[in-house]
């Protein structure tokens, strides 16, 4: 494991195409990106083809398009009912209806689909559209250098990264993630597993120090017992400015060996005696000021407090947008850039 990247991850960001991504959408199932749409009503479009072509027939009553035939008359009161839905008939289906023929909903949608060059000569579905908010990638799908955008159901918030590691299997699987904007310990997705946090996965400077660890500071300052002072900093505040409790915010980068020596001192026997509750709280007390760069995630839901997520594929648009800000978004410039080749241990 090296150090993050930068070069490399704007490479992967310019270079970004959704083009064969594995992803999962209703109906068909497992299927792959063939294309990027446009947006309708605000949500991109995906074309996808399914991995195995679908018959009409049983993708036309999944998708609950009528077989019923209808002439003119009822085609116009069909669409002023639905206030234009269905109302995009082919040319030639207009011809056939104003010359006094009828047709149905599925001959429709067939019609579209054969324009679309989506249905072959023996009456498969070879692909469709599908909005952004049907189109998943299954964890056992991703591999590393895929470009996706992973969805904290708990959070609500969606997270840009490159894969880097795949581990485990089913319900244990850990998906290792680079974020493509570095973030602290505390705003990191709910469903990271910190446990899995190596070296190499974070800076070597902080800019933020958790609130439990600035109060363990602050407690021994006042104890006299503290071999580092408070830097000039302030309370993180949350939009309505009230205090958070989640971050004190430096006003100047600091080593992050100055928390981990800090926390040496710190949790020692006489503050835990329990070694188990000592080694925790070590862990946490150094946790909570770590500016991560990789996050091991948990996608799925495997207790009350974590409610996994889903990895979602990254529009192109996306990635252009972040590659024009990856410098801004790049804290630690003074790390050595190193090359991301996989999880070691």
């Known amino acids: 494991m090296g150090w993050r990247d930068v070069p490399a991850l704007r490479k992967a960001l310019s270079n970004h195409s ?5 992803v999962q959408v209703p109906i068909f199932g497992d299927a792959f990106i063939v294309n990027e749409g446009g947006r309708v009503h605000g949500l991109l479009a995906y074309l996808v083809r399914p991995a195995k072509p679908m018959p009409l027939a049983e993708y036309a009553e999944a998708k609950g398009w009528s077989d019923k035939k209808a002439n ?12 234009g839905r269905h109302s995009w008939l082919p040319p030639h289906m207009w011809e056939i209806l104003e010359s006094g023929g009828m047709v149905s909903q599925r001959d429709v949608q067939a019609a579209w689909l ?13 692909c469709d559209t599908f909005s952004e908010e049907h189109v998943v990638i299954p964890a056992d799908k991703l591999h590393p250098g895929m470009m996706v955008e992973f969805r904290d159901e708990k959070m609500n918030q969606n997270f840009p ?4 590691d795949i581990r485990g299997e089913g319900k244990d699987i850990i998906v290792y993630m680079e974020l493509i904007e570095p973030l602290p ?8 597993e910190p446990q899995f946090i190596r070296p190499g996965f974070y800076s070597q400077q902080t800019i933020k ?3 439990g660890t600035y109060e363990a500071i602050k407690k021994a300052i006042k104890a006299r017992v503290s071999k580092i002072k408070l830097p000039p900093g302030k309370i993180e505040e949350d939009k309505e400015g009230r205090r958070d409790g989640e971050h004190y915010v430096l006003k100047e980068p600091m080593p992050l060996s100055v928390i981990e020596e800090f926390c040496q001192s710190y949790c020692n026997e006489k503050n835990y005696p329990n070694a188990e509750k000592r080694d925790m709280a070590l862990r946490y007390c150094v946790w909570q000021s770590l500016m991560l760069y990789i996050v091991p995630i948990h996608p799925e839901p495997i207790r009350p407090d974590h409610n996994g997520g889903t990895f979602l594929p990254m529009p192109t648009e996306r990635a252009m947008s972040l590659e024009a800000d990856l410098d801004r978004l790049e804290y630690d410039v003074e790390d ?4 991301i080749t996989g999880i070691d241990g």
Do not use: Q
């Open 18 to 22: 959704l083009v064969n991504y594995p």
């Open 72 to 83: 003119l008359e009822g085609w116009l009161r069909e669409i002023e009912t639905r206030r």
């Open 114 to 126: 054969i324009r679309s060059g989506c249905l072959d000569e023996h009456d498969n579905v070879t």
């Open 161 to 164: 990264g490159k894969i880097v």
């Open 185 to 192: 310990f505390m705003d990191a997705p709910e469903a990271m």
């Open 209 to 211: 120090i958790g609130y």
């Open 336 to 339: 050595p850039h190193g090359f």
